[in-house]
């Protein structure tokens, strides 16, 4: 059974960094064809693809955060993790990781997610 749990922080203040890990469990991050990815649901939005990173490492960002926004992982950890910089109130969202071979729904798996709220 995979299941990916995030961790972070659930409030951030504005300008300052949201960074967000996953811990996958049941799957290794390096099987093939297996890619990971960040999602988040604002109040009143679709849900958005944030970012992922693939079975071998390489990353994708959405054009609209590319600026401000790095995926990394740590395979000795099977985790990978989320650093969206200079956030604003607009980046409050529910952020979920989740696994699929796409970048867009439906995935394989999901986390629970974790709400991100950007206040001072």
């Known amino acids: 059974q995979v299941q990916l749990q995030e961790s972070g922080p659930g409030l951030v203040k504005p300008s300052q960094t949201l960074s967000l890990t996953c811990t996958v469990s049941?799957?290794?991050?390096?099987?093939?064809?297996?890619?990971w990815h960040w999602i988040r649901h604002a109040p009143g939005k679709e849900l958005e693809w944030v970012g992922t990173?693939?079975?071998?490492?390489?990353?994708t960002i959405s054009s609209s955060l590319k600026s401000r926004t790095s995926i990394s992982r740590d395979t000795s950890k099977n985790q990978f993790s989320l650093r969206l910089n200079s956030v604003t109130p607009e980046d409050t969202a529910a952020y979920f990781c989740?696994?699929?071979?796409?970048?867009?729904?439906?995935?394989?798996?999901w986390g629970q997610g974790t709400q991100v709220t950007v206040s001072s």
């Open positions: 989740v696994g699929g071979l796409t970048n867009t729904a439906p995935y394989d798996y």
């Open positions: 049941g799957e290794s991050i390096t099987t093939p064809y297996k890619n």
């Open positions: 990173i693939t079975y071998d490492g390489s990353t």
